[in-house]
Each structure stands twice: as C-alpha cells, then as structure tokens.
C-alpha cells in the first residue's frame, strides 16, 4: 500500500527499499560493492540523514556527498545515473505518494543531474585540474 513519506520511519524504509534494488543491480552493485567497496552499515544511516534533511527538513546530515562519486569518476557514467534515477523513481512509485514523494524523484534528478555535470566536467578537464600534472 502506497502512503505519503511522513516521518523518519519512511525515509528509512525508502532508503533501505532502494539500496535493496542498488545491490541487486548489475549494473550500479559493481560500483557501490566493488569500485567503492561501501560500508553499508555506515552509508545507509547517512543516506537516512541526508534524505531526511531533503524531504523533512532536519539538520543531521553532514556530508559532501559529491566527494565520494568524485572519487569513482571512472566507474561512473551517464548510464549509472540513468539507472539510479529509474531505480529510485521506481521505489517511490512502488511505496510512496504525495508532495514528499514527488519532490524525492524531483531532487533525486536534480542531483544526479548536477554530478554528472561535475563528473563530465571533471573528466574533460582532467588535464587542467589534475594535482599531480606537475610530478610527470
């Protein structure tokens, strides 16, 4: 039965639903479980934190969490953030409805949209930005 995202006992039922479908993925499991090699006793709490400060407005969230997918530039494509965006839209749809819901899927793309702009741009400037360019 689907219910609006209310407190945070459906952030972390959101959360747990999707990285369910992440590890079981073949195509997003080989990041997270092997590129990343994720300690999902500590990022599922944090991801808890983080949508819960999107959806719910609370502050416990602290974190860049574009360091970490900068750290796996090579591993991740536009493809990946295809599949994580279809992935998520498709867990909320399963288990959720309401403004909540719908403002879940708007800012998941929004997000994803923004680091595959940074990877990209990451990546076409390596040269350019790259700390170690004046060791070689």
């Known amino acids: 039965m689907k219910k609006e995202i209310e407190d945070i006992g459906d952030i ?5 639903l999707f990285y369910d479908k992440v590890n079981q ?11 990343a090699k994720t300690d999902w006793e500590s990022h599922l709490p944090k991801m808890v934190r983080f949508w819960s400060g999107i959806l719910l407005d609370t502050s416990d969230y602290r974190g860049r969490p574009f360091e ?13 953030f295809k599949r994580w965006i279809a992935l998520f839209k498709e867990t ?8 909540k819901a719908a403002l879940a899927i708007q800012r998941a793309e929004s ?9 990209d741009f990451m990546r076409l400037n390596k040269e350019a ?3 170690n360019l004046d060791k070689l």
């Open 111 to 119: 997000i994803g949209d923004i680091f595959q702009y940074k990877l």
């Open 92 to 99: 909320i749809s399963e288990n959720f409805e309401g403004e």
């Open 68 to 80: 970490a997918h900068a750290k796996q530039s090579e591993h991740i494509t536009p493809e990946h």
């Open 25 to 35: 993925d073949d195509l997003l499991s080989v990041v997270f479980n092997v590129h």
């Open 129 to 131: 930005t790259d700390p």
């Open 12 to 16: 972390e039922r959101l959360v747990s």
